[in-house]
């Protein structure tokens, strides 16, 4: 059995296929190589910096284990996904870069020993709005949105690995770089193999193309907070006399974080995370604060006014609130047809009493949608067939109002019924119509306070300027609820887990 979720997400596949088509965001060649010893805690820190964009199947296998052989560089998809490519230089993107798999989890050491690090790379694709130059990557000449890369490299002291412990130049191969991320344990700061590598880095460093000043950023880990302020003091100490040495006249752009991952609070991990995207973006001129839009944020604002969508769902909510209003209208206190009674139609024969009740029915209902002769469930809006969410309105919203709305037009119809089954020879009408209606009115009423009509009805308290990419993230949000919530009330969840 087909879930609603799993329609609900098919409809959503084709929006986000539409968009993404539309957007056509591009690789750009700005990168972000994250470098470090063996075991100094990059992966760690990669997985607490992106952790909640990764699923755990594809989470990079702690280098602990030593199974971090090939470059793995993160960077933008709508959705996660990791893929074995064959890419040996950062300008070999689009269609240059060559995907040989997909990969269902991150995979061990043994997986991958058939490949070169100098030709194959693991890239791993999440929904990080970060991850997006949205006004390119300063290296081609038109401001189309690109995907920045964040590469984390082999670390050296592995012993195996001939990339790492190779030159610096073949590891700083970046056509365009965006920063140099150098982590390192605090209990391992003054061993000397880091300073050999970290010197030989900005070796590679002070020769390398940037989009601004060369720009480093320090990263402690297993740091005690007690201890941070003095070992930081350190490593700038460090770093600037080995930049002094290298005979370079401009300062180093340098930013320092010390983090103890496994003491960490969520609040302390929370602020860490924005800090670091801040220092890493700098260069690019995003001022401290500035979120980076989703690139689907422009092409939304710049849909024709005929394809937003807060019209036809002002008409879903004033078509919900007329059914309401009918079916309040129809019964007061209990009674369908207010004051009247078999004494009012005594002497009367079953045409005219037929006339006397169908008059006040009319006169009760007049100020309401059921004086009109469209039925509601015949007025629902519906989407250009061009669209991009004319799939998830199709299959969606269309067919949950038209369960809304089409009770209420069966409830009238059964009106008519009752009315017209009166005769002198009904002992009491109020008893006759509760008979033949009462069923009916009440799946009418729980028709029009359904979940999904709970969904239409918070829309409406969102605020005026709402932003047309907030309301349809709103929007398409609740209605995922409701249908997961749907399944459940269904068993439909049982049903597709058998």
């Known amino acids: 059995m087909t879930t609603h979720i799993e329609n609900g997400y098919r409809a959503l596949q084709t929006f986000a296929a539409h968009m993404t088509k539309v957007q056509q965001i591009s690789d750009g060649l700005l990168t972000a190589r994250v470098i470090g010893e063996f075991s100094a805690g990059k992966t760690r820190f990669l997985r607490e910096l992106l952790g909640d964009s990764i699923p755990p199947a594809l989470y990079p296998i702690s280098s602990l284990e030593r199974q971090t052989r090939l470059p793995l560089e993160i960077t933008y998809g709508p959705e996660p996904e990791l893929t074995l490519v064959q890419r040996a230089n950062d300008y070999e993107i689009n269609d240059k870069t060559l995907t040989l798999q997909t990969l269902t989890e991150f995979p061990d050491r043994e997986a991958t020993l058939q490949h070169k690090p100098s030709k194959h790379r693991l890239r791993l694709a999440i929904p990080e709005d970060r991850l997006i130059l949205k006004n390119g990557d300063g290296y081609f000449e038109d401001k189309s949105a690109k995907r920045l890369f964040l590469i984390d490299m082999p670390g050296w002291n592995s012993g195996d690995d001939l990339l790492a ?275 009916s009115y009440h799946q009418a009423v729980q028709a029009v306070h359904s979940s999904f009509t709970q969904v239409v009805d918070s829309l409406q308290k969102l605020p005026e300027k709402t932003q047309p990419e907030q309301t349809l993230a709103t929007l398409l949000r609740l209605s995922l609820l409701q249908m997961r919530y749907q399944d459940y009330l269904e068993g439909r969840v049982e049903a597709a887990v058998g």
């Not at 008409?315 to 206190?333: F, K, M, P």
């Open 165 to 439: 412990e190779g030159d610096a130049s073949e590891v700083m191969a970046g056509v365009h770089n965006l920063a140099l991320v150098y982590v390192v344990s605090a209990v391992r700061l003054d061993g000397l193999k880091n300073s050999e590598r970290l010197n030989n880095f900005l070796k590679a460093f002070s020769d390398a193309d940037f989009v601004g000043a060369p720009h480093l950023i320090v990263v402690m880990t297993h740091c005690p907070a007690a201890e941070a302020n003095a070992l930081q003091a350190k490593v700038k100490k460090q770093v600037n006399a080995m930049w002094a040495e290298l005979g370079e006249a401009s300062p180093l752009s340098m930013a320092l974080f010390s983090i103890d991952f496994e003491e960490v609070s969520p609040a302390e991990l929370g602020t860490f995370r924005d800090e670091f995207w801040q220092s890493l973006l700098s260069p690019l001129g995003h001022p401290v604060g500035a979120s980076v839009q989703h690139p689907w944020v422009h092409a939304l604002r710049s849909w024709p006014k005929h394809w937003l969508l807060d019209e036809p769902v002002a008409q879903t909510h004033a078509l919900l609130t007329q059914a309401r209003a009918v079916l309040q209208a129809a019964s007061q206190e209990k009674n369908y047809l207010v004051g009247m009674n078999m004494t009012k139609l005594g002497g009367l024969d079953t045409p005219a009493i037929k006339k006397r009740l169908k008059e006040a029915w009319s006169r009760q209902m007049r100020d309401t949608a059921a004086a009109v002769n469209k039925p509601l469930h015949q007025c629902i809006p519906i989407l250009d067939e061009k669209h991009p969410l004319a799939a998830w309105w199709g299959t969606y919203w269309e067919p949950h109002l038209q369960c809304a709305l089409q009770p209420v037009g069966d409830f009238l119809e059964a009106v008519s019924g009752a009315l017209s089954q009166v005769s002198p020879n009904t002992s009491d009408l109020q008893t006759h119509l509760s008979q033949r209606l009462d069923a």
